[in-house]
């Protein structure tokens, strides 16, 4: 086993990390040490919801739907005209915003309206999605 260079040093816990710069030694074990650092990561459920929503927005169309309905909630009808897509498509890219939380839908007569949900709305004005 060699020394630790100058500015690094030997963890007390050999074989979890052996040797790290001494600048991050001092500041994670002011923090809390690595207990508290690997304590920050979210619980696996957690992680998931967020994939949902960040698949769910890694598609263009998805974009202009959830533009759309932060204008109002619209029939599906609506959202076809102004997309200008195949109903299988818009179904398809309605669900998975549906899915992850990002849209709710209520029937209405013989129609389907879809509105965005409270995340939705927090995604599209956070910018997150980018300019209109």
Do not use: F
């Not at 002011?30 to 979210?42: D, F």
């Not at 076809?80 to 818009?90: G, I, N, Q, V, Y």
Request: with cysteine; proline share 6%.
């Amino acid at each position: 086993m060699t020394a630790p260079a100058k500015n690094s040093v030997r963890t007390r816990k050999p074989g979890i990390i052996d040797e790290i710069p001494k600048e991050i030694a001092v500041s994670l074990a002011e923090a809390g040490g690595l207990p508290w650092l690997c304590s920050l990561i979210p619980v696996e459920s957690s992680l998931n919801e967020q994939v949902k929503i960040h698949k769910a927005l890694a598609d263009p169309l998805r974009l202009k739907i959830l533009y759309l309905l932060a204008a109002q909630p619209l029939c599906v009808c609506v959202i076809k005209h102004c997309l200008r897509t195949a109903d299988s498509r818009l179904s398809y890219h309605l669900g998975i915003l549906k899915e992850a939380g990002l849209i709710e839908s209520r029937h209405e007569k013989n129609w389907l309206i879809y509105s965005l949900t409270g995340a939705g709305n927090a995604v599209v004005e956070s910018g997150e999605t980018g300019s209109p």
